[in-house]
Nanobody, 117 residues
Framework: QVQLVESGGGLVQAGGSLKLSCVAS????????MGWYRQAPGKERELVAA???????YYADSVKGRFTASRDKSKNTQYLQMNSLKPEDTAMYYC???????????WGQGTQVTVSS
């Protein structure tokens, strides 16, 4: 099993920045890819960014140019740097991991991000 723990969420004004972190533990040899999802109230969970095993990153159109996903394998940690935040970015953000990009079998509990206008 893989455990994922997110941190770094909070309340920020529009235009501000936050950096999310996600630490993986347990059977991390199963992890080749990681990603970030978010779910706003009343909406479906959506993919925000997905990091492949080679380091390539996919971004949702809504966050391109504002969010940067990265991974530090030596620390079993991935990050999501979020800049120029908008109220529509308000959501619960989830860390995910799996053996392939876009195929995430493991999930964290989520960290809340709230952007005020």
């Amino acid at each position: 099993q893989v455990q994922l723990v997110e941190s770094g969420g909070g309340l920020v004004q529009a235009g501000g920045s936050l950096k999310l972190s996600c630490v993986a533990s347990g059977s991390i040899f199963n992890i080749n890819a990681m990603g970030w999802y978010r779910q706003a109230p009343g909406k479906e969970r959506e993919l925000v960014a997905a990091i492949g095993s080679s380091g390539t990153v996919y971004y949702a159109d809504s966050v391109k140019g504002r969010f940067t996903a990265s991974r530090d394998k030596s620390k079993n940690t991935q990050y999501l740097q979020m800049n120029s935040l908008k109220p529509e970015d308000t959501a619960m953000y989830y860390c995910a991991a799996g053996d392939r990009q876009f195929q995430h079998a493991y999930w964290g509990q989520g960290t809340q991000v709230t952007v005020s206008s």
